[in-house]
């Protein structure tokens, strides 16, 4: 397979879940990746199986002079950048009596501020055509109790997908967005959630019955960031199972 070849790529949040798949499929694609990461272990356990495939950036994805130093290390590496998966993300999902401050501003760096300074740290790198692809949520559609935060910021994300792609499409940079439902990742292990609470879950809440796989959203996110997707501007993949369609 090579939809991807000689393609240079950036996945933040790549060294777990989602990211990580997708780095794994972008290679298999004949990309060059590059993925960030904050957690020391995740990137160890990440070059553990990538090996020298793939470049590896510590950083915060909510710091905005992380973003440029982000930047700065990928025009150094590849010179140009020909797709971004903007991955990376915090899932707090609280009542809102028990939002405080911190937790607000917190999720909106990582999810909305770190990523809009991201891409205008990158500007300057991106190759004309090139691709971004927004990791969303269905979360940004539906009423789902106690996740006003998380919800919000994804909707900015999906907001940012349709302007941007209006704003930018003029200098060859196609921006779209992949809405996923519930996937089986480590999200929902950190969130408190047994193997029968995500169970029980997807057969009351998921028509398909079942969680999504980490590979059937990078699926998604490497058509996307091919040439096959070159008609698709400020678009919204929903892969959900169908939940929210109830």
Do not use: C, W
């Amino acid at each position: 397979m090579s939809r991807l070849q000689n393609k240079t790529a950036l996945i933040t949040g790549g060294t777990s879940g989602i990211g990580l798949e997708t780095a794994r499929q972008f290679i298999a694609e004949g990309a060059k990746v590059a993925v960030t990461g904050t957690n020391p272990k995740n990137i160890e356990a990440a070059r553990a199986e990538l090996g020298d495939a793939a470049l590896f950036i510590q950083a915060d994805a909510g710091d905005i002079a992380g973003q440029k130093a982000i930047a700065e290390t990928v025009g150094k590496a590849f010179g140009h950048l020909d797709i971004l998966f903007v991955n990376a993300g915090v899932a707090d999902f609280r009542p809102i009596e028990q939002v405080d401050e911190d937790a607000f501003d917190r999720s909106v760096a990582i999810n909305v501020k770190g990523p809009f300074f991201l891409i205008q740290a990158l500007l300057p790198l991106f190759a004309n055509p090139a691709s971004i692809v927004l990791n969303t949520s269905i979360n940004a559609h539906i009423g789902m109790p106690n996740t006003s935060i998380y919800a919000l910021t994804k909707a900015a994300l999906l907001s940012f997908a349709k302007t941007l792609s209006g704003e930018l499409i003029g200098r060859g940079i196609r921006v779209n967005a992949v809405s996923p439902g519930p996937v089986a990742t480590p999200l929902y292990g950190k969130l408190g959630m047994s193997t029968a609470d995500t169970d029980a879950m997807a057969t009351a809440k998921i028509p398909i019955g079942r969680f999504g796989h980490p590979s059937e959203i990078a699926k998604a996110v490497v058509f996307l960031g091919s040439d096959e997707s070159a008609y698709t501007v400020g678009s919204e993949l929903v892969i959900d199972g169908g939940m929210s369609n109830l």
